[in-house]
């Protein structure tokens, strides 16, 4: 099963794809590693940012979305857009979209321990969020 972790920071929803095959952990590539909303915001920018992310979900048979929650309140709070965006890949259809709070992604990890470092990864010190979220959603199905 192929996870896709969702970070989503300011106008970027940055995503790492995670699959579980035979109990090994792959991350396979893919051809990007965020996706940005148009400056503009408009409802065609919201339209044209959900359709791009449907079309590399299909593209790479993702099953499952794993968004980090961004909380409404406090010193960690998300902005405008960032809700914006978390409602464009909510309201996906034909995906298992979930969202996972902050408190959540630290217990899945204290009780199920990443196999490797995120320094031997391979990916860009930017997708850790969301190879974090894409992890516990896995560990948690």
């Given at each position: 099963m192929k996870i896709c972790g969702v970070e989503l920071t300011g106008n970027d929803a940055v995503i790492c794809l995670l699959e579980l095959d035979k109990h090994q952990f792959n991350l396979p590539d893919c051809r990007v590693r965020k996706i940005t909303l148009p400056k503009n915001h408009?409802?065609?920018?919201?339209?044209?940012?959900?359709?791009?992310?449907?079309?590399?979900?299909?593209?790479?048979?993702?099953?499952?979305?794993?968004?980090?929650?961004?909380?409404?309140?406090?010193?960690?709070?998300?902005?405008?857009?960032?809700?914006?965006?978390?409602?464009?890949?909510?309201?996906?259809?034909?995906?298992?979209?979930?969202?996972?709070?902050?408190?959540?992604?630290?217990?899945?990890?204290?009780?199920?321990?990443?196999?490797?470092?995120?320094?031997?990864?391979?990916?860009?010190v930017f997708q850790e969020g969301a190879f974090k979220v894409a992890y516990v959603a896995q560990v948690l199905r």
């Open positions: 408009t409802r065609g920018d919201l339209q044209y940012f959900q359709s791009t992310f449907v079309k590399l979900m299909n593209d790479y048979a993702v099953t499952t979305i794993a968004i980090k929650e961004r909380p409404p309140k406090g010193k960690f709070a998300g902005g405008a857009i960032g809700f914006k965006l978390e409602a464009a890949l909510q309201l996906i259809a034909d995906f298992d979209v979930t969202v996972i709070p902050q408190k959540d992604i630290k217990i899945g990890l204290s009780e199920n321990t990443l196999p490797i470092t995120f320094a031997e990864t391979g990916l860009k």
